[in-house]
């Protein structure tokens, strides 16, 4: 059986929904371990038995990541990482800082080959199953190189996710016309252009929900931002819906519509998966949004162990070292 090892002290809310989280997921089968601070991470396990890796450090969403991880040698995040190298555990999954997630995996685990930087890979609804986007939060400021090597990672998770044998790979840009954009996207539109990659061109925002590509690359700031608004817009159309039907529709027939819409609800609610991709490093580790709460920490570990159980990390990496 998979072990996910969760790091308990990572996020807005931890240690609590991060505890709570993956006693949930044990009772629906999934093996965890809990890295953090024991003392604060008993209290709330209720007699549960989940084994507790003591690392009674944490590094704070506000820390400089490279000098958190350098001075702070029993955090909870290096914790996670350290079994993941030792193979104790099969994957790693942390609501807690990005950036310590991230520097702490290419440190511990080492980065793959041929890849420069690491992404954050999102998987994200459409109406004939999903699409990719990267990089959502790792890197801010990348090279055309970057973006071109993201494209083979995101178009490579794409063939495994969704069974597809040619994904479709577009560059985000503020217009579809092939000059557009900064220099970094122009030069980075030529790279993908005379790639082996199935590339698309230039896509917009709007692209997210006409099927245009199954692969979306960006850099960091732009995807995290483009992610977070997507979410964000999901929940408020959710309330606008739930509003309006309370106002408008028959009462009695109320609950029957609320069902029948419920698994559109589920499809656009980020805390029914709530975990994305770290890829380019030596391990399956998923991130979180810092302010997940119990059910997302809870679905996102059931997320991270579905992946390993697909040999996710196997298939992806006998295919993408990148020269």
Same mark, same amino acid.
């Given at each position: 059986?998979?072990?996910?090892?969760?790091?308990?002290?990572?996020?807005?809310?931890?240690?609590?929904?991060?505890?709570?989280?993956?006693?949930?997921?044990?009772?629906?089968?999934?093996?965890?371990?809990?890295?953090?601070?024991?003392?604060?991470?008993?209290?709330?396990?209720?007699?549960? %038995?989940?084994?507790?890796?003591?690392?009674?450090?944490?590094?704070?969403?506000?820390?400089?990541?490279?000098?958190?991880?350098?001075?702070?040698?029993?955090?909870?995040?290096?914790?996670?990482?350290?079994?993941?190298?030792?193979?104790?555990?099969?994957?790693?999954?942390?609501?807690?800082?990005?950036?310590?997630?991230?520097?702490?995996?290419?440190?511990?685990?080492?980065?793959?080959?041929?890849?420069?930087?690491?992404?954050?890979?999102?998987?994200?609804?459409?109406?004939?199953?999903?699409?990719?986007?990267?990089?959502?939060?790792?890197?801010?400021?990348?090279?055309?190189?970057?973006?071109?090597?993201?494209?083979?990672?995101?178009?490579?998770?794409? %063939?495994?996710?969704?069974?597809?044998?040619?994904?479709?790979?577009?560059?985000?840009?503020?217009?579809? %016309?092939?000059?557009?954009?900064?220099?970094?996207?122009?030069?980075?539109?030529?790279?993908?252009?005379?790639?082996?990659?199935?590339?698309?061109?230039?896509?917009?925002?709007?692209?997210?929900?006409?099927?245009?590509?199954?692969?979306?690359?960006?850099?960091?700031?732009?995807?995290?931002?483009?992610?977070?608004?997507?979410?964000?817009?999901?929940?408020?159309?959710?309330?606008?819906?739930?509003?309006?039907?309370?106002?408008?529709?028959?009462?009695?027939?109320?609950?029957?519509?609320?069902?029948?819409?419920?698994?559109?609800?589920?499809?656009?609610?980020?805390?029914?998966?709530?975990?994305?991709?770290?890829?380019?490093?030596?391990?399956?580790?998923?991130?979180?949004?810092?302010?997940?709460?119990?059910?997302?920490?809870?679905?996102?570990?059931?997320?991270?162990?579905?992946?390993?159980?697909? %040999?996710?990390?196997?298939?992806?990496?006998?295919?993408?070292?990148?020269?």
């Amino acid at each position: 059986m998979n072990t996910i090892a969760v790091d308990a002290m990572g996020g807005d809310s931890a240690p609590v929904d991060l505890v709570k989280g993956a006693i949930e997921a044990k009772q629906v089968g999934v093996n965890v371990v809990l890295c953090g601070d024991q003392n604060l991470i008993k209290p709330y396990l209720d007699n549960v %038995e989940i084994p507790i890796y003591h690392y009674p450090q944490v590094i704070s969403m506000d820390e400089d990541p490279m000098k958190a991880i350098r001075s702070k040698k029993q955090s909870s995040i290096i914790g996670c990482m350290q079994l993941l190298k030792e193979n104790k555990v099969q994957a790693v999954f942390s609501a807690g800082s990005t950036g310590a997630t991230l520097v702490s995996a290419i440190t511990i685990l080492g980065k793959q080959k041929g890849i420069i930087r690491p992404a954050i890979a999102s998987v994200l609804p459409t109406l004939d199953g999903g699409i990719v986007l990267l990089d959502s939060g790792a890197s801010l400021d990348v090279k055309p190189k970057i973006l071109f090597q993201y494209g083979v990672m995101g178009a490579k998770l794409a %063939e495994i996710l969704f069974n597809n044998s040619n994904p479709k790979v577009g560059l985000l840009n503020n217009g579809e %016309e092939d000059t557009k954009g900064r220099d970094v996207e122009k030069t980075a539109f030529k790279l993908l252009k005379s790639s082996d990659l199935n590339f698309v061109g230039n896509v917009e925002g709007r692209d997210f929900a006409t099927g245009k590509a199954d692969v979306f690359v960006t850099d960091g700031f732009t995807g995290n931002v483009v992610l977070k608004t997507m979410e964000g817009t999901a929940k408020l159309q959710s309330k606008l819906i739930s509003k309006s039907l309370k106002e408008n529709l028959f009462k009695p027939v109320l609950p029957a519509v609320k069902k029948a819409l419920q698994p559109a609800k589920d499809t656009l609610n980020p805390d029914k998966t709530n975990a994305s991709y770290l890829l380019g490093v030596n391990g399956v580790v998923t991130i979180g949004h810092g302010s997940s709460n119990v059910e997302a920490v809870k679905n996102a570990i059931i997320y991270t162990n579905n992946s390993v159980n697909k %040999e996710f990390i196997s298939d992806f990496t006998s295919e993408i070292e990148i020269t």
